[in-house]
């Protein structure tokens, strides 16, 4: 039991508690002469008394009250070492305009200053200080080495107040818990672990008197877990030599595992009794129980436990995936009145299932077509098959609604609860008339075939007439397919004009028609140092040929910008003041896709203390569907050896990992957050 300490009073706090200079500086004035001060004045530890359990935390707040001009001010807090440790102090609401504190465990003590130029007359919160409870005792908190100074450098006198702790009175209860290593709590969720690895677990005693022998009998589910070994723990051995005994253990279930003292003294206190290897056979979940305890002191008298923890392992199965529907043609694909259209869904996937154990596939049993001409909610064709072959043709122009929806039952049992057995894509395709006449499309090689504008000069709707996005420094290859009812038209002139987002012209060339009626041109666009991003937006690619006197234009539009950037960096710590060292945070990152179609990247994430050294690092490997969304959240953990005070978050996003080739596709995203003080 820890008992209230003598404590020497040294008058150090000068030189040692304050840090800012203009501290130091009035702590150092030659006057030391105490001016006359109301008797009231007081620097008190609130509350007077506290109490609290063993592992748990509590405040105490040091004031002053009714104080006349105070500028400068610093004391000790001290305590009884191995019973609490401080685990912060926070600055308070008065006179704190300028902060410092110094957290020493070992020696027992904190050292705490603060101050504020203007002088403050009144009473408030100088300091809050939080201790970790470490044992049961009683001990004073005392303060000591306190100084107050007015605005002219001389000490005020004042009165001081100490506080006291003592919580032998609440009651701990005696307690064995499966404890898992990997946590340090009766909880584990993974993965990880997984399947294939080990998991160690301890068997933790809290609070026992007099433990002489001890055996217990241990279960779990043998599906997901096996037995590997079993060691002794330290706690008996403190008190002498033992023997350690673990029957045969069969599946499941280790019937007796035991420790005995060779002599009859008995071991009192917390600590560990043995630790468990198991094997990870399959993701699942267990409890690993202690259905039978049988503790015993030098007299062979039965030693109540009051509680048994079992330690739950769960595993958490991966998801499972659902068939995936997807055929031809594509939406916005242009085919003629009167042409056969033919389904192809060979590029469906069956889905998967993650029971039993880790899985199987479930194979597409059914694709079921439904067609909608015109678009009116109302199907008038319904087919059945993986690929049709001209399945139908349309006899007017307009617009063919397609939903394929397939299904793919789970044929192993048990059967996942969220898995999907079926899926739907919708595909809209546009049925056009035969073009009489001459005719040009233009289109790059990430798309945009079919016609930019109808008869009336009105843009067709998104995506229909646009290329996929180009990025910084790409070479764009422009098409421009001629015909005449039809028909290729070879060895034509084709004038082209591409424009920026301000409508300026920045490309004019003219290419002839090979022999399938195909012109090329190509075109860089222009990177214009740190002005380059002004030229981020909507361009536009105008082709026009003049055949047998008919002139016809077409308009391919692309999207211009970085394809994948970084539009925000989301960071999470514990706590809104930041985050301890030894504790983690979470980064979540806002992207952007401006293509049609999903990019696959690198993403990299990396923090700096506030002395510029890396201290923590999340990579991997990322899609990123089109338009904008959160990455997963990625978890890093702070280091002991991190620098308190501002961190940076640092992220970017690559083509692929820079050691294997990889480029930049954005500029660095950046965050901050603030490195606390684990004590």
Same mark, same amino acid.
């Given at each position: ?316 199965? +991966?998801? @499972? !995936?659902?068939?995936?529907?997807? #055929?031809? $043609? ?5 085919? %003629?009145? =009167? ?121 067709? +709707?998104? @995506? !229909?007439?646009?290329?996929?996005? #180009?990025? $910084? ?5 422009? %098409?421009? =397919? ?198």
């Amino acid at each position: 039991m820890n008992k209230p300490f003598p404590r020497t009073r040294e008058k150090n706090l000068l030189c040692l508690s304050l840090a800012t200079l203009f501290l130091i500086y009035m702590l150092s004035t030659v006057g030391v002469v105490p001016v006359s001060a109301d008797p009231q004045t007081i620097l008190s530890v609130e509350p007077t008394t506290s109490s609290s359990g063993l592992g748990t935390t509590f405040n105490v707040t040091v004031t002053v009250t009714d104080v006349t001009d105070v500028m400068a001010w610093g004391f000790y807090l001290g305590w009884t070492s191995g019973l609490l440790n401080c685990t912060e102090v926070y600055a308070g609401d008065f006179c704190t305009a300028a902060f410092t504190r110094m957290i020493d465990n070992d020696g027992g003590h904190v050292i705490v200053g603060g101050g504020d130029f203007s002088g403050l007359t009144g009473s408030g919160r100088l300091a809050i200080v939080e201790f970790l409870v470490l044992d049961v005792g009683e001990t004073v908190l005392d303060v000591y080495n306190d100084e107050l100074r007015d605005s002219g450098g001389d000490l005020i006198s004042h009165e001081t107040d100490d506080g006291y702790f003592d919580n032998r009175s609440i009651e701990v209860p005696t307690s064995i818990e499966i404890v898992f290593q990997d946590t340090g709590t009766s909880e584990l969720i993974g993965p990880p672990p997984d399947v294939c690895q080990n998991v160690i677990v301890t068997l933790h005693i809290t609070n026992i008197s007099s433990l002489w022998s001890w055996k217990v009998t241990v279960t779990w589910d043998p599906v997901v877990l096996s037995y590997v070994s079993a060691d002794e723990g330290a706690f008996l051995e403190t008190a002498g030599n033992t023997v350690f005994l673990v029957a045969t253990p069969t599946s499941g279930e280790i019937p007796e595992m035991s420790c005995t003292l060779l002599e009859e003294v008995g071991a009192s206190g917390t600590g560990d009794l043995a630790y468990i290897t198991f094997h990870i056979e399959a993701r699942g979940e267990t409890y690993i129980e202690l259905p039978v305890v049988d503790f015993v002191d030098p007299d062979e008298e039965t030693l109540e436990i009051d509680t048994v923890t079992p330690g739950h392992l769960s595993i958490l199965l +991966p998801p @499972p !995936t659902p068939p995936n529907a997807e #055929f031809t $043609p594509l939406t916005s694909t242009f085919i %003629y009145v =009167y042409e056969n259209v033919t389904l192809d869904a060979g590029t469906s996937t069956d889905g998967w299932d993650t029971l039993p154990n880790l899985g199987h596939a479930c194979p597409i049993v059914d694709y079921i077509w439904e067609i909608d001409f015109g678009c009116n909610g109302t199907i008038e064709l319904t087919l059945e098959g993986e690929y049709i072959e001209d399945a139908f043709q349309c006899e007017e122009p307009g617009d063919v609604r397609i939903n394929l929806t397939i299904y793919a039952p789970d044929p192993t049992l048990p059967t996942h609860p969220d898995y999907v057995e079926y899926d739907s894509e919708v595909h809209i395709i546009h049925q056009r008339a035969p073009i009489v006449g001459s005719a040009i499309d233009v289109y790059t090689e990430k798309g945009g075939e079919g016609p930019g504008l109808d008869e009336e000069g009105n843009s067709y +709707p998104y @995506p !229909t007439g646009w290329s996929d996005a #180009f990025g $910084p420094q790409e070479e764009v290859t422009v %098409y421009a =397919y001629v015909t005449y009812n039809n028909e290729p038209v070879e060895y034509q002139p084709v004038a082209f004009e591409i424009k920026d987002p301000t409508n300026e012209t920045r490309v004019t060339r003219t290419a002839f028609t090979n022999a399938s009626g195909i012109a090329t041109t190509e075109f860089r666009i222009p990177w214009q140092g740190s002005n380059a991003e002004a030229m981020f937006g909507d361009w536009e690619i105008w082709g026009v040929v003049d055949v047998a006197g008919n002139v016809t234009e077409d308009l391919c539009q692309f999207r211009f910008g970085y394809v994948v950037s970084i539009r925000d960096v989301i960071v999470e710590t514990p706590r809104p003041e930041g985050v301890k060292k030894c504790e983690s945070l979470a980064v979540t990152v806002d992207i952007k896709n401006i293509a049609f179609t999903s990019k696959n990247a690198f993403l990299a994430i990396i923090l700096y203390d506030e002395c510029g050294v890396p201290i923590g690092m999340a990579k991997g490997s990322i899609t990123v569907d089109p338009e904008n969304g959160l990455t997963s959240e990625y978890t890093i953990h702070i280091p002991t050896w991190a620098f308190v005070g501002t961190g940076s978050v640092y992220v970017n996003i690559f083509t692929k990992q820079p050691i294997d080739g990889g480029t930049p596709t954005c500029p660095e995203g950046k965050a901050t957050f603030t490195i606390l003080n684990t004590r």
